[in-house]
């Protein structure tokens, strides 16, 4: 007889409360990172932005370094929950329905993505020691979709980790003004049309292809 998985259990008010109490103080110090910079934001600035005393913060957290950790471990696991349905894909028209959610996820997200484009660009040991080991999972989802894609012959033969270098920089460089503040996001119809851009400049680049006006 096969035996069936323990169905999930909910959390307990407990876990509920330390839940949202994590959450706020991520948000907080999101907001405080991107205004200030990370090396500039103090433990005690977070506490105060979310009104507890910095030794109750010292209760969720273990410091500034475990809430950026936090922070990004939780923006890579959102993207890489999208990409698991990279391999059901069926057209380029499905492919721009998910770079169109991804959009969506990472741009309601975007105090956080800002903490990490900014932080991730100044700071190496941030990108080394942060942001490079919690993306690394995504990247690892593209290479092997790359990879399954070449196998099948619907791409040409590639490095799948440089094509997932490229996919993610072409994605990231779309958005970049809106992460940084400097655009307003966009619209959903303004948001899929984009997306539809991206899928069309990865798939077929630059030039104009035979039959094509």
Known sequence: MTSQPAPLQEPTRR????QRQQKAIMDAAAGLFAQKGYRSTTTRDIAEAVDIGESTLYGYFSGKKEILQAILSQQAGAVDSLLVHLNELEDRQSFADLVDLLMETILARRVYNRVLVAEAWTDDEILQAYVIENWQPVMQTLQDFISMKTATGVFRPLDPALGARMIVACFIAAILPVLRGVESPPSPEQRHALAGSIVEIISNG????????
């Open 15 to 18: 876990e509920r409360r330390i």
């Open 206 to 213: 630059l030039y104009l292809q035979k039959g094509q006006a």
